[in-house]
């Protein structure tokens, strides 16, 4: 009996002594269960100690392409047209293709009939290739049926004619086709226009859209040569390898109107020489320039980020540049397996490539590489994102010469600056940042 009584408060005392103990280990920060833990895991903290191999955190943002123009039947076409539209393009290949895929929105929201395009390159790259010798016209002609019609030659009665030229390209603010273009069209029945670079897509139908959607994803495709060539460099690159699109040429850095130290003096001398009256910024101007993130970044600084995005030294890069990049030393003495054009391809056939041609291949195996970086976000970093979005390639980031800047202006260096590049783009990584352009794709959370 006295045993009974005595063991009941003993059992309750030791119950509640547990009972505090477990409430202690809960909430301690050292806990596995405790809140800062918890929220220690969530991909947009995660250190770069605790998760080295960047393509592996989670992300909570994907970008799809969006089904009112992927797998809905496009509206009916008038029976008939209002005329002939040509689209004028002018450029770099991307920004040509930028242009083509919005002339053909603007083609359908006008209820015209598209004339193949004209590639205005020849001020620009100083070569004559055409729309022909990129893309394979007879597939273009046959995706776009249904959403807007395509013909490869004028009637007889426009065929002597030049078209009535109605320049868009710097149009702004509240411009619209409808009512600044089509009057034109119903009064010449022939026009060739530039797209505007500001456009007011949030007023364009769904089947307006969706011919543009279509003619970015789906119907360009590069003629049989030129794939076949692509693909052969493609295949002759050590697997797996990350495609880099680097900018550093000296026309960009002397458009840019940023100052650099540490440049040899040929660099020096070729940037002076694209400048003409355009001089770099000086003093505060210069310091918010930069941190505004309109700087290029240089072969030497890419290298600092990827290796602060623990990308191996090791790593096969395929380097999509143009001609004349400069100070790639600065990359290549860090990243030993590094891999161009000229260097994969026989003297022959990259000596007899255009800029054009040499572009698509760039597109072609930035858009099937096993990962994808760039140093800008241009007209073809734009195209390359969204296509291997389109294709559910992922592994794609953007390097933020903002955030590179506003560090390094900080004072931050060595580790400390390496794990703020880490936190800045692994934050870009989860959430998609830039990997679907919103005209054709929609957000899905994961």
Known sequence: MFLTSVKKPLFSILLVTLSLLLAVILL??????????????????????????????RRIVDWRPCKWWLQVDPTALPAESNGYIRVDCYGGLNQMRRDLCDGVGVARLLNGTLVLPKFEVAAYWNESSGFADVFDVDYFIQQMNGFVKVVKDLPTELVSKEPFRVDCSKRKGQFDYIESVLPSLLEHHYISITPAMSQRRDRYPLYAKAALCEACYNALRLTKALEKKASELLQAIPKPFLSLHLRFEPDMVAYSQ????GLSIASMKAIEAAQGDRKPWTGEAARVWRNRGKCPLTPNETAFILQALSIPTSTNIYLAAGDGLMEIEGLTSIYTNVFTKSRLL?????????GNTKAALDYYVSINSDSYMATYFGNMDKMVAAMRTFKGLFKTLFLSRRAFAEFTSKGLKGKELMEALWRTHRDDFVVGKGLGLPDCFCEFKL
């Open 28 to 57: 301690s920060s050292s806990s596995p269960f405790s809140k800062s833990y918890m929220s220690s895991i969530s991909p947009m903290s995660t250190t770069r100690s605790e998760k080295s191999d960047l393509w592996s955190v």
């Open 258 to 261: 940023c100052e650099y130290s």
């Open 346 to 354: 026989s003297g022959e056939d990259f000596t007899n490539m255009h």
